[in-house]
């Protein structure tokens, strides 16, 4: 199985503007190692996860999102919206050509 990391680096993404992950209950095995290993060009400004499965997280992922610079923006019944104060010099997002989702 590839990490979402391993899969950017393929797809040879130099930055992502947001994330939506509902993996099932494993958010946690998909975000703890991106959130350990990504170098700060490819961390979203926002993150969606779905939470309703969070009672079989077994990694301290949200920590990790916390220590990254993210911080809760909202919660609704099933996600958790996060999002990451913007780096000076980093562009806002916009949409463009090379613009699509990457399915694993």
């Given amino acids: 199985m590839r990490t979402l990391l391993e899969i950017l680096e393929t797809e040879e993404f130099d930055r992502l503007d947001a994330l939506k992950?509902?993996?099932?209950?494993?958010?946690?095995?998909v975000l703890g190692p991106f959130l350990t290993d990504a170098p700060?060009?490819?961390?979203?400004?926002?993150?969606?996860?779905e939470h309703i499965a969070g009672h079989r997280w077994e990694?301290?992922?949200?920590a990790r999102a916390l220590?990254?610079?993210?911080?809760?923006?909202?919660r609704t019944r099933t996600?958790?919206?996060?999002?990451r104060e913007r780096k000076p010099g980093?562009?806002?997002?916009?949409?463009?050509?090379n613009s699509r989702p990457v399915r694993a």
């Fill in 40 to 49: 700060d060009s490819l961390l979203p400004a926002i993150i969606v996860v």
């Fill in 90 to 97: 980093r562009p806002a997002a916009r949409q463009s050509a």
């Fill in 67 to 74: 220590a990254r610079g993210y911080r809760e923006q909202g």
């Fill in 79 to 83: 996600n958790l919206l996060l999002a």
């Fill in 59 to 62: 990694t301290g992922w949200f």
């Fill in 21 to 29: 992950v509902d993996v099932e209950g494993y958010e946690d095995r």
